[in-house]
C-alpha cells in the first residue's frame, strides 16, 4: 500500500485555467512538504506545511494541510506554462531521522 | 553558489559492467541520499548516508551499494548493472534536523 495517494496523476490544461491536484493518507504526518520537478532537473521544496488546517500561499499556489494532517491540496490559479512540472508531496516517515517518502506526483502540462 | 553536483549526466552501458554515479556537494549538509525515479513509480530511496560513519539502506538496495568518501562526497555504485536499472538516479542533501532535502541534478543512466 502507497503511503502517499498522489491524483490525479497526469492534468493536462490550457494557459490561465485553475486547477487543484491531491496528496492523500491514511495516516498522520506532523508536517508535509511538497516539491516541483521540472523537465530535466531534480525536485525543489515549494512548502512546508506543519499545522491541520494550515493554508499558505506562494504567489498563484496555495498549499492547505487538512484538520486532521492527513492529506494535503495544492491549487494554482491562472495557470502559467512555466507552471508546468512534476508535483510530488513527501512526507518524513523516519521519526527523527527525517527519512521522506514521497508520493508518486501529478504530472501537469499548461499549453500555451 | 552552493550545490549538489552529480556526474554524469548520462551513461549508457551494457549488461555486466560496473558503474559508478558521483555526488558532490558544497551546502556543507551532513546527510545525504540516493533515490531512484522511474515513470509513474516516484522516487524511491535507495540509500542514504547522516555522517562518514553512518550509512543506511533504502527502499531498493538490493544490486546497489555506496561509498562516502567525505562529507561532501557520496557514490552509489551498480556493480553488474543490468537492464532494469535504466532510470534517472538522484542524490539528495540535508541537514540534520530539518526534512528539507536539496536535490542534484540527476544522472540518466540506461543499461542496454
Known amino acids: 500500500t502507497q503511503l502517499l495517494e498522489q491524483s490525479p496523476q497526469f492534468l493536462s490544461i490550457q494557459e490561465g485555467e485553475n486547477l487543484t491536484v491531491y496528496c492523500n493518507s491514511s495516516?498522520?504526518?506532523?508536517?508535509l512538504q511538497w516539491y516541483r520537478q521540472e523537465p530535466g532537473e531534480g525536485p525543489v521544496l515549494l512548502v512546508t506545511?506543519?499545522?491541520?488546517?494550515e493554508v499558505k500561499k506562494l504567489k498563484r499556489l496555495t498549499f492547505q494541510f487538512g484538520d486532521a494532517r492527513k492529506d494535503s491540496s495544492l491549487h494554482i490559479t491562472a495557470a502559467q506554462p512555466g507552471d508546468t512540472g512534476l508535483y510530488l508531496c513527501?512526507?518524513?516517515?523516519?521519526?527523527?531521522?527525517?527519512?521522506?517518502?514521497f508520493g508518486k506526483g501529478t504530472l501537469l502540462t499548461v499549453n500555451p | 553558489d552552493a550545490d549538489v553536483t552529480q556526474t554524469p549526466r548520462n551513461r549508457i552501458t551494457k549488461t555486466g559492467k560496473r558503474i559508478m554515479l558521483e555526488c558532490s556537494q558544497t551546502?556543507?549538509?551532513?546527510?545525504m541520499y540516493w533515490y531512484r525515479q522511474d515513470p509513474g513509480l516516484g522516487l524511491q530511496l535507495i540509500y542514504y548516508?547522516?555522517?562518514?560513519?553512518?550509512?543506511n539502506k533504502g527502499e531498493i538496495s538490493d544490486g546497489y551499494s555506496v561509498s562516502r568518501q567525505a562529507q561532501a562526497k557520496f557514490s552509489l555504485s551498480l556493480e553488474s548493472a543490468i537492464p532494469n536499472q535504466t532510470a534517472l538516479y538522484f542524490c539528495?542533501?540535508?541537514?540534520?534536523?530539518?526534512?528539507?532535502?536539496?536535490f542534484g541534478p540527476g544522472t540518466r543512466l540506461t543499461v542496454l
Open positions: 548516508s547522516f555522517d562518514v560513519k553512518d550509512i
Open positions: 551546502k556543507g549538509h551532513d546527510r
Open positions: 513527501a512526507v518524513n516517515s523516519g521519526g527523527s531521522n527525517y527519512k521522506l517518502t
Open positions: 539528495a542533501t540535508s541537514l540534520t534536523g530539518y526534512n528539507e532535502q536539496f
Open positions: 506545511v506543519v499545522t491541520g488546517g
Open positions: 495516516s498522520v504526518f506532523s508536517s
